[in-house]
Each structure stands twice: as structure tokens, then as C-alpha cells.
């Protein structure tokens, strides 16, 4: 409509007719109607990229918090799978994907529009636009493959960074700054040479997009113009007067126009894509038939112990198994072993952090363990920014001031609930003004009042005096009576109370 409103416009302006009221209608109706499209179309895009980034975050945190993977991820890498993939794949959605309707659709409709006014222009431009859908394609390989490498490289990077950040005491104490400055320059410098090709990629793919439209164009143009002038150095297919012509050759830069807008989010599209593929290979998703976490608070019921066939664990330089271990719903059981000997590998296996090499990790009934049954005390449990209280109800945020006060006496934390503020503590992320078996108790009586069946204890006495190690023992023991209990160790007290011993 605004094309038409101009060319009759003009039209009638050279003819010297009235002041062309119907023109200007439809020039103001065509504006407000693209307005209104694209308002639409965008704000369609956006609630669509919403729901469906609603799902990858949650997929992508449910595996990187308690679902299996393929390999170790570092604390880095997994920022970057959670935050920076994520805010790919909902670019791509928000930007790429309206963008690559509009192209595909957009320039069909203005050679169908056009073609009424002058059939000659229209062939014109689906001349143009088929070399520059190859061209096209040919660039848009070459900038999956760089992208691909990109992501690849900000992962490592990012992975890298965090670890020499984490480790930074260790490596000043060993004067391996240098090396250690060599290694992020040489990650940097991959990373900043692996952009340059995407960006190398994309200058080529816009300066293929510009030369075909600028060249649909001019040919538009030339032909209307040389028709209306009678100077065609052959007979006019067609008889053209100036309103359809100019029409046409206002339409002309509309026809390359959506393709333009595709080419500006097809950085997002390749960014996104490898995002997609990056996520899919660090986090795949569960095979049919295979069991998932359910949604909701976990339920004892449904788990009848615990059953390891065969199981065997690989990583670069360590092998464990084949481990066959039984145990019953209610059973104390150990993994017995030096210092990586792979028991904390073992137990990551049990909670379904890690898959395996060969081999299952079963209930007694043979149903693969729901994760949302386990329970883990770790060597070295998360504790964020908040007071006692908080960092232990982290699995059961719905726990009584009471229950939380029980489950921290029962550990052993009565000592630092009399003299430090009780539950109101303060803890930092780093547990500042804590031992290090105050840290683990803490970690604990979180896993006991998440009252889940199997409770996964790793090193569950170090960094403990005796007396406070024979109270852990007992508690471990009692607990056996209410839960499945497997407690990694390589404390001889602890194998002896319990009443199955695996030796890695």
C-alpha cells in the first residue's frame, strides 16, 4: 500500500490532477500496517523464545545439578552451558527465527505483487535472488563450522579461567604464575582468532547479500527507466506507464529487504545452532524407557536397596570396576579404598552424575534409582551466602525451626549452636570461621533432613578427632536402621560398623 501511495502519488502530481486524498490514505495506512506487523510479529517471537528457554534452563540445571553425564564438567564449562548457551538458543528464537519467516515468505509475496504491475521486473528479481541463494548457502556453512569452534573455544576458555581463579593460593605457592599467564593467553588468543573467522564469515555474507540487491536494484531500474524513455535496444515485452513503473522499482529493495533483517540475525542463528549442538553433546538427554527425576518431593516408597552389576567407570588415566555391591533398603554399606582410589566416582555413578563405562547401577527390583531418592553428604558441601539455618534446610525448605535445630544437634553442630548465634550464624559461600568437619556436618544433616532412602556419605569422618568420629560412626549406624547408608571411606572404624564392605 505505501509503494502504490507513492507511485500514484507522483503520478498524479505530473498529471496535474487533485491533491491525490486516496494517496495519502494509503501511504498512511501501509505505514501503520507495517508498524502494527512487526509489533505483532516481535512480541509473538519473544513470548515463544520465552517458553521454550522456560524448558532448556530447566533441562539444562536439572543435569547440571543431578542429571548424568557423558564426562566431568568444569565449574566454567557449566556457566557457560547454563548461562551463555541458554542466552544463545533464546536469541536465535527471538531474533533468527521471525527474521528467516519473514525471508522465506517476504520475498514471494513482492515478486506476486510486483508481477501485477510489471511481469518483466519480477522476473528480474528471482534472476538475482538465485545466485544469491547459493552463495549464500555456501557462507553459511563455512559460518556453522566457525561458530561451532567459537563456542568451543569460550567453553574452554571459560573452564580454564575458573579453575586457575579457584586454585589461585596453590599456584602462587608453587610460582607457577607464568606458566599458568601462558596458558589463558594461549586460550585467549584461540578464542579471539576463532571470532575473527566467524566475523570474516559473516563480512563475506553480507557483502554477497548487498551486491545481489544493489544489483536487483539497478537492473529494476535500468529496465524501467530505458522502458519509459522507449531506448530498450529490443522490443518492450510489455507497455509500461510511469505509475507501475515506479511501483515496481519502489518494490525492488523490499524484495532483498526480509533477506537483509535474516542476514543481520544470522550471527544468532549459527550461534544458536552450536549452542543447541554443544548442550546436546555435554548434556543428552535420557534414552527412552530409561527413569527420570520426578516432579514433587521424593517418596520412599518404590526403593528396595540398592544393586551395582558390573559396573565399571573410565576417565583419562583411572579406571574403577567391575564393582558388584548389594545392599537393602535398610543397610549400612562402604566403599573402601586410598585416596583416589575413585570412590567419590563411584558414588557420583550411584546418584546418576556420571554414566558409566559398562555396567548398572540398579534398585533390587532392577529399576534404575531415581535421583530424587538420593541423598549426598559431600567431602566438600555447597554452602552459600546466608545463616546455619538456611545453608542445612537447602534440601527440605519447608523444615520447622525445630526440626532444623534436631538434625544439627544430632550431627554434632550443638557445640556451634551454643556459642556462635545458633541457627542465625552467618555462613559465607566459603564456610569463613568454620573447621572443616563443621563444613561437612553442616553437609550432613542437610542429607538427613531431605529424608531421602539412600544417604551417599563421602569421607563422612575427616578432619575429625576420634571421639567426634565414633559419634559420626554411631549416627551413620543408626541411621541404617531408617535409610540405605554407603559411606566412602578409607577409615578402618567405619568399615568395621558397617555390615557390607566394597574395596576399590
Known sequence: MFAWGIASAIGGHLESVEFPYISLVLIVAGAAVRALAVYLVHG???RAAQRHIHEVRGRVWRHLLAGQLPRPVLSGESA???IDHVQAIEDHDSRFAPSRLAAALGPVMVVGIVAFASWVAALIMIGTLLPFIFGMILAGTAARRAS??????????SGLFVDRVRNLPLIRHFGAEERIVRQVKLATRDVAERTIRVLRVAFISGAVLEFFSALAVALVAVYCGFSLLGLLPFDPPEQLTLVPAFFALAM???FYLPMRRLAAAYHEKQLGEAAESALAEALPEKEAGEASPR????ERGGFDGLWLRGLVLEWPGGKVGPLDMELSANDFGVLLGPTGSGKTTTLAAIAGQIDPAAG???T???DAPDPAQVAWAAQRPLLLPGTLAENIALAAPGASEAEIRAVAERVGLGPVLDRRGGLALPVDHAGAGLSGGERRRIGLARAILSG??????DEPTADLDPESAQAIIALLTDLARERCVLAATHDPLVADAARVELAL
Open 148 to 157: 561451532d569452534r567459537q563456542l568451543a573455544a569460550l567453553a574452554s576458555l
Open 80 to 82: 557457560t552451558l547454563a
Open 295 to 298: 516432579d514433587g518431593a521424593p
Open 364 to 366: 533390587i527390583s532392577g
Open 252 to 254: 525492488a529493495p523490499e
Open 44 to 46: 509473538h517471537a519473544i
Open 360 to 362: 548398572r547401577v540398579t
Open 452 to 457: 531421602r532412602p539412600l544417604l551417599l556419605c
